[in-house]
């Protein structure tokens, strides 16, 4: 049963930083993109960023672009997001994604595996 957890998400306030961590247990993501999508109230969820499982490629969002980060620890199965400069806006519940090929990255449904999300909360 493949299961993806993240964690690290809490309370900043703007201008602070934090690092979500997003395990996946089940079977190993080779060849697929593992990504993060967020989602506000009242919005529809919206792409972050992804990393290549094995090439290494990443690929960001417009609201991530010189912020945010990702990486990836293959021998953990783990991925990462450092989010720096955090506003208000950054508000959302983050969610790990894994299974799309790389030339669907951005696109939610294309996503076989999703995590139960983590709730980040930027104050002003």
């Known amino acids: 049963q493949v299961q993806l957890v993240e964690s690290g998400g809490g309370l900043v306030q703007a201008g602070g930083s934090l690092r979500l961590s997003c395990a996946a247990s089940?079977?190993?993501?080779?060849?697929?993109?593992m990504s993060w999508f967020r989602q506000a109230p009242g919005k529809e969820r919206e792409f972050v960023a992804a990393?290549?499982?094995?090439?290494?490629?990443?690929r960001y969002g417009d609201s991530a672009k010189g912020r945010l980060a990702i990486s990836r620890d293959t021998a953990k199965n783990t991925v990462f997001l450092q989010m720096n400069s955090l506003k208000p806006e950054d508000t959302a519940v983050y969610y790990c994604?894994?299974?799309?090929?790389?030339?669907?990255?951005?696109?939610?449904?294309?996503?076989?595996?999703w995590g139960q999300g983590t709730q980040v909360t930027v104050s002003s």
């Open positions: 994604a894994a299974g799309a090929r790389w030339e669907y990255v951005t696109e939610a449904d294309r996503y076989n595996f």
């Open positions: 089940g079977r190993t993501f080779s060849g697929y993109a």
């Open positions: 990393i290549s499982w094995s090439g290494g490629w990443t």
